[in-house]
């Protein structure tokens, strides 16, 4: 390994807040919940940076449902994921 370049590799945890608007929540509420994630990246001599991650956001989402007969509250899970590539400069 060259003395211009460090590796690094994060692990992330945390709580989420979960929102949206009327179209994704259709009448519905939504709640945060457990956050996590892991990257890793690059940094060249002169502050440049690349990192490839992958999270993932969970929560729910509720929901009364009544035709009249049933009156019940729904409850869906819900688990966002992306890879994420990034590219920037690094400032100290």
Known sequence: ??????????????????????????????SGGLYTGISGGL???????????????????SYDYDDGYIHDEIIEEITLSHVTLSLGIQIK
């Open 1 to 30: 390994m060259e003395k211009n370049r460090e590796f690094y590799g994060k692990l992330k945890a945390g709580y989420d807040i979960l929102y949206g608007n009327e179209v994704f929540t259709e009448d519905g509420d939504l």
């Open 43 to 61: 940094i060249l001599a002169n502050n440049v940076f690349f990192e490839l991650s992958f999270q993932q956001y969970r929560g729910k989402k």
